[in-house]
C-alpha cells in the first residue's frame, strides 16, 4: 500500500525557517517524481514546488521561488521542503503528492498534510 | 501562469440527480487536466486525468469531458458519499494551477 507521510509543520514567527519531510512507503520511491501542494485555511489547493525522480528537474511556484528548496533522499525514500523567510501567506497544510507516472502532472498519492502556520 | 476558473462555486443537488460543472482555462491546455476530489480535513483524491480518463478504483458515474479551454466534470447519479469540493487541475505547464474549487452539497 502506497504511504506518505508528512512531518515537520507547525508554528513559526514570520521570517523564520522550518524543514518538512515526507516518508515513502509502498513504492519505488526513485521511480517516481515528487510534489509539494499546500492548502491554505479555508482556501484552495496550490502547487509548490515539483522535484524530478533523479532530482535532475526541479521546479517552483512563482510565489515560493528564493524561498523554498525541494529536494529528496532516493536511499532514505524521504522528500524533503526547506522553507525559509517564511510570511504569514505561507500559512497552509502542506501535503506531499507522487506524480502517477504517467505523462504529465498528476497525483494520484497524497499525504494526510502536515500544517505550517506563520504568525507572531 | 494559466488561470484556471471553475463554475459554479457552490451547487446544491438531490441524489440521483445527474451534475455537471465547468472548469475553463485562460489558453488552451490541449487535454492536460485532471479533476480531484476533497472532503474536509483530508487529501485531494485523483479522479480523472488527461481530461476524460477515469482514475483506477473511481466509480463510473464519474466522468470529464473537454478540450483545448472549456472542460466538464460529470456525475450520472450523485451519491451521498458524493458530497465535496472538486478541483480542476491543468499540467499544460511545468507550473500547475487548480481552479478555486466547486463545492457539492446534498438537498
Known amino acids: 500500500e502506497v504511504q506518505l507521510v508528512e512531518s515537520g509543520g507547525g508554528l513559526v514567527q514570520p521570517g523564520g525557517s522550518l524543514r518538512l519531510s515526507c516518508a515513502a512507503s509502498?513504492?519505488?520511491?526513485?521511480?517516481?517524481?515528487m510534489n509539494w501542494v499546500r492548502q491554505a485555511p479555508g482556501k484552495g489547493l496550490e502547487w509548490v514546488s515539483y522535484?524530478?525522480?533523479?532530482?535532475?528537474?526541479?521546479y517552483y511556484a512563482d510565489s515560493v521561488k528564493g524561498r523554498f528548496t525541494i529536494s529528496r533522499d532516493n536511499a532514505k525514500n524521504s522528500l524533503y521542503l526547506q522553507m525559509n523567510s517564511l510570511r504569514a501567506e505561507d500559512t497552509a497544510v502542506y501535503f506531499c503528492?507522487?506524480?502517477?507516472?504517467?505523462?504529465?502532472?498528476?497525483?494520484?498519492?497524497w499525504g494526510q498534510g502536515t500544517l505550517v502556520t506563520v504568525s507572531s | 501562469d494559466i488561470q484556471m476558473t471553475q463554475s459554479p462555486s457552490t451547487l446544491s443537488a438531490s441524489v440521483g440527480d445527474r451534475v455537471t460543472f465547468t472548469c475553463r482555462a485562460s489558453?488552451?491546455?490541449?487535454?492536460?487536466l485532471a479533476w480531484y476530489q476533497q472532503k474536509p480535513g483530508k487529501a485531494p483524491k485523483l479522479l480523472i486525468y488527461?481530461?476524460?480518463n477515469l482514475e483506477s478504483g473511481v466509480p463510473s458515474r464519474f466522468s470529464g469531458s473537454g478540450s483545448g479551454t472549456e472542460f466538464t466534470l460529470t456525475i450520472s447519479s450523485l451519491q451521498p458519499d458524493d458530497s465535496a469540493t472538486y478541483y480542476c487541475?491543468?499540467?499544460?505547464?511545468?507550473?500547475?494551477?487548480f481552479g478555486q474549487g466547486t463545492k457539492v452539497e446534498i438537498k
Open positions: 503528492a507522487r506524480d502517477s507516472g504517467r505523462v504529465g502532472y498528476n497525483y494520484n498519492y
Open positions: 509502498g513504492f519505488t520511491f526513485s521511480d517516481y517524481s
Open positions: 522535484i524530478s525522480s533523479g532530482s535532475s528537474t526541479i
Open positions: 489558453q488552451s491546455i490541449r487535454s492536460w
Open positions: 488527461e481530461a476524460s
Open positions: 487541475q491543468q499540467y499544460d505547464s511545468s507550473s500547475p494551477t
